[in-house]
């Protein structure tokens, strides 16, 4: 090889060196690079020969453009931006700048780039590690506002914003605001004013367009406001956040919708609508219109697995601004950063309050609404730790059912007084005929003046109270965080001990409080079955009685701790107070009322239950014993 060949070599090496290195990306275009083989990798892996194709064609097309644009001249690119972004070419470049608004509740920061809210810390709060709970960041909330002129679509968030305000912290009843523009050429312009006041939770937000008219496609009637945001997790319990999040929404002359709590879902309003929620566990983001969003409007939503311990949901709201095409025009809106807590959002009177799930039926929302959340909120007000509050508010709610407990066990002694009777007045019937059985047990029930019905309407009663509160325990956010003797937190679950394997329908954590509720389940049904009126029906349904506490272990084992411990102190004191009504109650006395009752002469008269068992009898052709006549003889 002589000197020539080389000089040949090391002139090619560097030639090849020299441009590797001239034409290699930006760290913004590297970025671009690596999402795009991200996806590559992601749809490799799913299978997804389209998404394939279209990811290598996008990290090509952003080589291509990186290179193309590093051998051109600041004339040539300059025009080549403005053949691109037309009247926007100027804002297409520029700097990121942050201004942040702040108060006692929140804290927002707004970027320069596209306009946007780029992070929302709430105050006073915490995540589940004991980091400041942050809303929304930079890389998961976007917003713009897209719009077509000379048939080319454009959109804010690729643009940079003007503005001479600078960050603002405001108290009380103060109130300001910063405004950014997004300038054009023409002298129209976009602008966007965010405003706060002390001590609140909502943002305002006031889009502005001025001479837009001239700029904005004389076709279009419509701009479109595009909001999406990925939501984080913010709470121990990831898989119960994830269930409990999605988008909830309400029309401006209706209720209160929402997609699906555990799949993907996607909807297009049918109405216009006041506002958008993107809704957590115990936190919302929620954007609303100061009239309303007109159609169309669509909503969709998607679910991370279980197994991504990050992210939650993504979600995104696809919404539609009428643009008349004059000089000025304007769209007033506010967002709601905060707590889902009850009384905060009833306070603005928007009905935002109908995204904390108090029941799926209507009458365990009103027993929610109009009886256990007053009442919390009041043992609330004394700050006193959240363990005694339930226990006080479980006291509370067995004072004010004690009435339907005591008809309940007074029914339930004088069916066990009958008892003998009853044996005796069907000893005559075959055993296998039932109905006349029944027949018979009802008129000696009647004749003594004993409901059949008396034990069970009572419990029955009580029956909204016990499903209201499993639905307010895990949405109640006072709890969240809140410790309470070996229980760190009442808004999930307790654990004294993580098994190394899992158990199906239970799984791989010991929750004290779960259990204490089984056991003093399984010793109210011992107690409680001693005196009932024991029949062959009552042996047959006693298993289950046993086997349903259990069962409730596997179900409440990751529940909210303040949940079972209620269920702990509520059937506590039911037995407390069965033992006590026992004491109070003679049954001596109360056997002779009874028998008392039997000797008085009865109506003729028979209920419509009792009449239809014996009509029932009488096709079958059974004969019913003769009930004694206590009818007084005509002299």
């Not at 169309?296 to 993504?314: E, F, G, N, R």
């Not at 409440?556 to 269920?567: D, E, K, M, R, T």
Request: with cysteine; charged share 25%.
């Amino acid at each position: 090889m002589d000197r020539n060949t080389i000089y040949g070599f090391v002139l090619i090496f560097a030639i090849l060196i020299g441009y590797q290195f001239y034409t290699q990306p930006s760290a913004e275009e590297q970025k671009k690079i690596d999402r795009a083989n991200d996806s590559i990798a992601k749809a490799t892996k799913e299978k997804d020969l389209k998404a394939i194709e279209y990811a290598v064609k996008e990290k090509a097309r952003i080589k291509a453009d990186s290179i193309k644009m590093a051998t051109l001249p600041d004339s040539v690119i300059a025009k080549t931006d403005s053949l691109k972004f037309g009247l926007f070419a100027a804002a297409a470049k520029g700097t990121a700048k942050t201004i942040t608004l702040e108060n006692e509740k929140i804290k927002v920061d707004i970027s320069t780039k596209g306009g946007e809210i780029k992070r929302v810390e709430l105050k006073g709060f915490k995540n589940y590690d004991q980091k400041p709970l942050v809303l929304l960041t930079e890389e998961t909330n976007n917003t713009s506002l897209k719009f077509f002129s000379n048939n080319v679509a454009f959109n804010t968030a690729d643009f940079y914003f003007d503005t001479n305000s600078k960050s603002v912290s405001v108290t009380g009843a103060n109130k300001d605001s910063v405004t950014l523009r997004l300038n054009t050429a023409s002298g129209a312009y976009i602008e966007y004013v965010y405003s706060l006041k002390g001590d609140d939770y909502l943002l305002g937000f006031k889009i502005k367009l001025e001479g837009m008219n001239t700029v904005v496609d004389a076709k279009q009637g419509n701009l479109t406001f595009e909001w999406a945001s990925t939501l984080t997790r913010q709470e121990r319990l990831g898989e119960t956040e994830r269930k409990q999040s999605s988008i909830y929404y309400k029309y401006a002359d209706d209720n209160v919708d929402n997609l699906s709590l555990t799949s993907d879902d996607k909807v297009s309003a049918e109405a216009k609508v006041k506002w958008i929620s993107f809704k957590q566990q115990f936190f919302s983001s929620t954007l609303i219109a100061d009239s309303a969003f007109e159609k169309p409007l669509d909503l969709v939503v998607k679910t991370y697995p279980d197994s991504d311990q990050v992210h939650i949901k993504t979600n995104t709201a696809t919404l539609s601004l009428p643009f008349g095409h004059k000089p000025t025009e304007s769209y007033g809106m506010k967002y709601f950063f905060g707590p889902n807590r009850y009384n905060i959002l009833k306070q603005y009177g928007l009905d935002m309050e109908d995204q904390i799930p108090l029941g799926s039926i209507g009458l365990f929302t009103w027993v929610n609404k109009y009886l256990v959340i007053p009442v919390f909120q009041f043992l609330d007000s004394f700050n006193l730790n959240y363990g005694i509050v339930i226990l006080l508010l479980t006291l509370f709610l067995k004072l004010l059912i004690l009435p339907l407990t005591y008809k309940a066990y007074l029914s339930t002694a004088k069916m066990r007084i009958l008892k003998p009777d009853i044996e005796a007045a069907t000893a005559k019937i075959p055993k296998d005929d039932a109905l006349a059985k029944q027949q018979a047990t009802m008129a000696i029930y009647k004749k003594a003046g004993v409901s059949p019905m008396g034990g069970c309407l009572p419990q029955l009663l009580q029956l909204p109270i016990l499903l209201a509160l499993f639905s307010f325990f895990p949405s109640a956010i006072e709890l969240r965080q809140q410790s309470f003797l070996w229980a760190n937190d009442l808004s999930t679950y307790d654990s004294i001990a993580t098994l190394p394997f899992s158990i199906p329908f239970y799984g791989n954590h010991v929750s004290l409080f779960t259990l204490l509720m089984t056991a003093s389940t399984l010793l109210f049904t011992w107690v409680n079955s001693k005196y009932q009126a024991q029949d062959q029906q009552f042996a047959q349904l006693k298993w289950m009685m046993y086997l349903m506490p259990i069962i409730f272990l596997g179900v409440l084992n990751s529940y909210p701790a303040g949940l079972s411990y209620y269920y702990f102190i509520s059937t506590m004191m039911s037995i407390v107070i069965q033992e006590g009504l026992r004491r109070t109650v003679d049954e001596k006395a109360l056997h002779a009322k009874i028998q008392e009752n039997r000797k008085k002469p009865s109506a003729d008269k028979k209920s419509k239950f009792q009449q239809r068992l014996e009509d029932m009898a009488k096709q079958r052709g059974v004969k019913l014993p003769e009930q004694p006549n206590n009818k007084p003889k005509k002299k």
